[in-house]
């Protein structure tokens, strides 16, 4: 639940935001009558992630075992570079949010068309929908309990839209460059897990080398796949297994957290600490680059004693 809920969370409010920009413009240019229009577009983009996440749940019964893992293993490397995108573009597009979707929002009103207003909706909201139903088809088929993940992500979107609604209304005031570089933060790690997720998808359909295919190097002792340094590259990186349980609730948090299953391959570390090092070093020097400077402080002024006056307390503030 604790994965799924920040998804849940990040990604409605991301698109609660969204929507908001866009109906406190039309509310402002006195254009509340084109509203329906805007809901219609919002509300195809939520049919859409519906629909996009029954095909993947009910579809994948009638394949076979490696199909199965091979759409699984794909769809969980898209939702990763999805993810990556969006958490960057956020980064880049955030500070300038807001002039762009009230110019969106100037063009369709000019043209006067009936589906501007529509595809607007549409779009703002797809991108997150369409994300966030990857991302939660792959971390339940990672898992295995989707009604706690499935419940963790109502959490998350039912707390979006509470927090989206209270700071439309004034009502909330929260730094949402803190809390998009933070919750971003957070995502490049469950990002990272589900990456490596996808490779052991990919590595069971066959379609990457590792523990399950030929090449895995054997342990002559046991005649089992080997484990440790000497299995680099296809074998097991490590087994834990004995101490932490793969059902277990530590297992279980461990992997929504940070993505650690107790046995991984040499491939899924990798895939994993790459990611981390690469996508996690650029958007902390992103987020580093554009953080705001502090203010400095006032200088400290020596009371002044000419002429047997007071002394007079200058800040900058008061400076001209």
Do not use: N
């Not at 229009?37 to 519906?50: D, E, F, I, Q």
């Not at 779009?123 to 971390?139: D, F, H, Q, Y």
């Not at 523990?211 to 834990?240: K, N, Q």
């Amino acid at each position: 639940m604790l994965a799924t809920f920040l998804i849940g969370l990040r990604e409605g409010l991301e698109a609660a935001l969204v929507v908001g920009i866009l109906i406190a413009y039309l509310t402002r240019v006195g254009r509340r009558d084109v509203l329906p229009r805007l809901w219609s577009g919002v509300g195809l983009a939520a049919g859409l992630a519906l629909v996009i996440g029954a095909v993947l749940t009910f579809g994948a019964y009638s394949l076979t075992f490696e199909a199965q893992e091979l759409i699984g293993g794909g769809l969980s490397v898209l939702a990763v570079a999805m993810v990556t995108w969006m958490i960057f573009w956020m980064q880049k597009a955030g500070r300038t949010l807001k002039k762009s979707l009230e110019g969106e929002v100037d063009r369709a009103l000019a043209a006067g068309t009936l589906w501007g207003i529509v595809l607007i909706g549409f779009v703002s909201v797809a991108r997150e929908g369409i994300e966030t139903t990857l991302l939660l088809w792959s971390m339940v088929q990672s898992f295995g309990d989707a009604p706690g993940a499935l419940l963790g992500a109502l959490l998350g979107l039912v707390t979006a839209v509470a927090l989206g609604w209270l700071l439309a209304r004034g009502m909330l005031r929260l730094d949402l460059r803190v809390f998009f570089t933070w919750t971003g933060a957070l995502l490049i790690i469950v990002a990272a897990g589900v990456l490596a997720y996808g490779i052991h998808d990919l590595q069971e359909a066959g379609a990457l080398p590792g523990p399950f295919a030929s090449l895995a190097p054997v342990d002559p002792v046991t005649g089992a796949v080997a484990i440790g340094i000497g299995a680099f590259p296809f074998g097991w990186a490590f087994d834990l297994s004995a101490s932490i349980p793969p059902g277990s609730p530590l297992a279980a948090i461990l992997q929504a957290t940070v993505g650690f299953m107790p046995q991984m391959s040499w491939l899924q570390v990798i895939g994993w600490a790459l990611y981390v090092a690469i996508v996690g070093g650029i958007f902390a020097a992103k987020a580093l680059r554009h953080r705001p400077p502090r203010p400095a402080p006032a200088p400290a002024v020596s009371p002044s004693t000419d002429h047997g006056t007071s002394p007079s307390p200058i800040t900058s503030q008061g400076a001209p």
